[in-house]
Structure formats: structure tokens, C-alpha cells
């Protein structure tokens, strides 16, 4: 059976987020170790992973995941934007590792400094394969689909499998994070059982389910090959209810985490349709 959670705040400490996810009745959740919005990364203490990891266990999440900040750019043309975002990823891999995270998804970055998009992503390969040298921890490194703006990386599986092809560096920790939003937005339509069959095909073709590691569930509020990112609460948006009950009753994709990243207000809803979708 698949497990639902939700994107939490880790406000105040990391070691918050097991209590926020545990109030929210949710079976795994998602986090950011440290602002998203910025270069400075925090100290992570003894005490705060200790903390953190025994709220886990009194609450019972085995597996949970951290999104990275959203700054990373591993295709910039600015060497200081590439390889801040280099260190940021590592520093996130390696913050993971010593929380026990099951991974960290990430969004790649843009195209838009280099001079075409396949410079941009043999630079984002590059990159990748810097982030894993030498990495010896156990928290994998997750590519996250994005929704098809402007020159955004990463659209399509198509190009998640290019990339991901690229890591030549401890590939076996490298993995992948399906966000239904932003498929749905790039040309993913899983409106129906056959389109949802369709889109677990391709995922698998291109990426393979082995490497999907967990899908961030969120209904859209633009239509179909929109090419926006815009998350919206489940059932009132255009992939709708029945989509959903597709996704999460599909056969290949039973055992996975599904984590919702809709707004606080109204996401308990969210929770309470999947559970009696799944069922």
C-alpha cells in the first residue's frame, strides 16, 4: 500500500517536522533542512539530528525526504551560481545522510545563460557528477521532474534520462522524484486509467521504475501542456479526483510515498481523499 504525506515546516528546528507531519495524521512528509531561499546553510547539531531522529521513531516515519533550496542552478554559465549550487547539494546529501532521509530532490536548473540547451545540460552533468565524488553517505540524490517553462532542465523523462545517464559517480544513489503537477503541465496527461498507464510506460522506458523513489502528488490548477508550475489541492483541479484514484491504485506504483505539496490551508482534505482513494 502506498503512504501519504505532505510537505511540513521544520520551523524552529529540523526535529519539528516528524511533530508537525504526526499532527497532521500524515505516514511520511518532506522538509527543508535550512532556508530555501538562501546560500547560508545552518548549523545542523549533534543534538538537533538526535532530537529529529528520535521524534521519528516515537512517531513512527521510517522513510522522509528533504527538498533542496530553490536556488540551485547546476547549468549556469556563472561559475559562482554552479558551484554554490554544487556545494549546496552536497551539503544537503550530506545533512540527509546524518538525518537518516530516505533523499533529496532537487530541480536541476536553467538553460538560459548557456548558449544552447545541450551545453546546458553536459554543464548540469558535470555538476552532477561533482556533487556525488566522494559522497559515502546514505541518503540519495533524487531528480525532480519541472513543469516545461521557458528553458527550465529536466521537462521531460526523456531528458531526466539524459542527465541521469550522465552520473558516472555513484550512480546507485542517484534516483528520481515524479511530481504529478508538473508532469501533467510538460504533456504527462493522467487523466484517465489509459493515460496513467501511459505515463507509468514512459516513466519506465526512459527512467525506470526502479529508480522512482517517491512521487510529490499534486492536483494543477492549468490545463493540460500548460507548461506552468501551479500546485492546487486535490480534486479541484484539472487532473480531478478520478485521476488521482488512478495514480494511487495503479499496480506498478503501489509501495511508493506519495507527498503532497498543496497549502496548509485545506490540505487536510487532501490527506482524507487520498486515504479513501487508496482504500
Not at 500500500?1 to 520551523?11: E, L, P, R, Y
Request: net charge neutral; aromatic share 8%.
Amino acid at each position: 500500500m502506498i503512504k501519504i504525506g505532505a510537505h511540513v515546516s521544520s520551523s524552529g528546528g529540523v526535529f519539528n517536522a516528524p511533530l508537525n507531519a504526526h499532527e497532521e495524521k500524515l505516514e511520511t512528509f518532506q522538509m527543508f533542512s535550512r532556508p530555501p531561499q538562501t546560500y547560508k546553510c545552518p548549523e545542523l547539531t549533534d543534538e538537533m539530528v538526535e532530537k529529529f531522529i528520535s521524534n521519528c521513531k516515537k512517531y513512527s516515519f521510517e522513510k522522509y525526504y528533504i527538498h533542496a533550496p530553490y536556488l540551485i542552478n547546476l547549468a549556469s554559465a556563472d561559475n559562482r551560481i554552479r558551484h554554490a549550487s554544487i556545494t549546496m547539494l552536497r551539503q544537503e546529501l550530506d545533512r540527509g545522510s546524518r538525518l537518516k532521509v530516505a533523499g533529496v530532490m532537487f530541480h536541476t536548473g536553467s538553460a538560459a545563460s548557456q548558449p544552447d540547451r545541450e551545453e546546458a545540460i553536459n554543464v548540469a552533468i558535470q555538476s552532477l557528477n561533482q556533487v556525488m565524488e566522494g559522497y559515502d553517505g546514505d541518503c540519495k540524490l533524487l531528480l525532480e521532474n519541472a513543469a516545461g517553462s521557458g528553458k527550465i532542465l529536466g521537462c521531460s523523462f526523456e531528458e531526466i534520462a539524459e542527465l541521469t545517464k550522465g552520473i558516472k559517480i555513484n550512480k546507485s544513489k542517484v534516483g528520481f522524484c515524479l511530481d504529478t503537477q508538473h508532469a501533467f503541465a510538460s504533456g504527462y496527461d493522467m487523466r484517465t486509467a489509459k493515460d496513467v498507464d501511459g505515463l507509468v510506460a514512459q516513466l519506465d522506458k526512459y527512467i525506470g521504475l526502479k529508480k522512482l523513489a517517491v512521487i510529490q502528488v499534486n492536483d494543477s490548477k492549468v490545463e493540460f501542456n500548460s507548461k506552468k508550475d501551479r500546485h492546487e489541492h486535490i480534486k479541484l483541479g484539472y487532473i480531478g479526483k478520478e485521476g488521482m484514484g488512478f495514480l494511487v491504485n495503479h499496480p506498478k506504483l503501489q509501495g511508493q510515498d506519495f507527498i503532497l505539496e498543496t497549502p496548509p490551508e485545506g490540505r487536510p482534505d487532501d490527506v482524507k481523499i487520498l486515504k479513501k482513494l487508496r482504500s
